[in-house]
T-cell receptor
Framework: AQSVTQLDSHVSVSEGTPVLLRCNYS??????LFWYVQHPNKGLQLLLK??????LVKGINGFEAEFKKSETSFHLTKPSAHMSDAAEYFC????????????FGAGTRLAVHP | GAVVSQHPSRVICKSGTSVKIECRSL??????MFWYRQFPKQSLMLMAT?????????EQGVEKDKFLINHASLTLSTLTVTSAHPEDSSFYIC????????????FGQGTRLTVV
């Protein structure tokens, strides 16, 4: 069965410092993995996706994630945090390898301080 | 990217009444849409998969008579919360995929439902 574990419910960083949001997955098949961002009372926006191509995936707004099969991880990183990055981030695995059914992690709330 | 529009963004209703939430794909046809529910400070939970022209598929534990889903056209799916109760208060989000384009799933803006 597929599942997603986001290891931190809250992460707090200073503006200009690196961001690391951790995600581990469990999947019986080669997974498709995604990171979504949600700003307060808004819908979700796709940051990036991994679909069995390059293991280092670059997304929007300077975010990137590396798929590590040996560690079953898909951590999200950004070299330098911006105040506008403060939001909720969800790591997501696809059940069917596409987008038909998505399993969401519990989410990580990122706070960015001046 | 494709746009999914959800309406209303916020609704307050009295216990016992029904509320309808609309999810529209604005520039593509979506044969399948998905409805999620999000409780405060929690993740999204898939409630049901809405299929155009056929019955929706509900996840385990979701009452189909409570949450009525209609997907009458390729651009519109509706979720009706019937006989709403305070415990139904939540954030409801729909999503759809553009089968003719990117495999990305596009999400609506969400609907904050408060039952008083």
């Amino acid at each position: 069965a597929q599942s997603v574990t986001q290891l931190d419910s809250h992460v707090s960083v200073s503006e200009g410092t690196p961001v690391l949001l951790r995600c581990n997955y469990s999947s019986s098949y080669s997974p498709s993995l995604f990171w979504y961002v949600q700003h307060p009372n808004k819908g979700l926006q796709l940051l990036l996706k991994y679909t069995s191509a390059a293991t280092l995936v670059k997304g929007i707004n300077g975010f990137e994630a590396e798929f590590k099969k040996s560690e079953t991880s898909f951590h999200l990183t950004k070299p330098s945090a911006h105040m506008s990055d403060a939001a909720e981030y969800f790591c997501v695995v696809s059940l069917s390898g596409g987008y038909n059914k998505l399993i969401f992690g519990a989410g990580t709330r990122l706070a960015v301080h001046p | 990217g494709a746009v999914v529009s959800q309406h209303p963004s916020r609704v307050i209703c009295k216990s016992g009444t029904s509320v309808k939430i609309e999810c529209r794909s604005l520039d593509f046809q979506a044969t399948t849409m998905f409805w999620y529910r999000q409780f405060p400070k929690q993740s999204l939970m898939l409630m049901a998969t809405s299929n155009e022209g056929s019955k929706a598929t509900y996840e385990q534990g979701v009452e189909k008579d409570k949450f009525l889903i209609n997907h009458a056209s390729l651009t519109l799916s509706t979720l009706t919360v019937t006989s709403a109760h305070p415990e139904d208060s939540s954030f409801y989000i729909c999503s759809a995929r553009d089968p003719g384009g990117s495999t990305e799933a596009f999400f609506g803006q969400g609907t904050r439902l408060t039952v008083v």
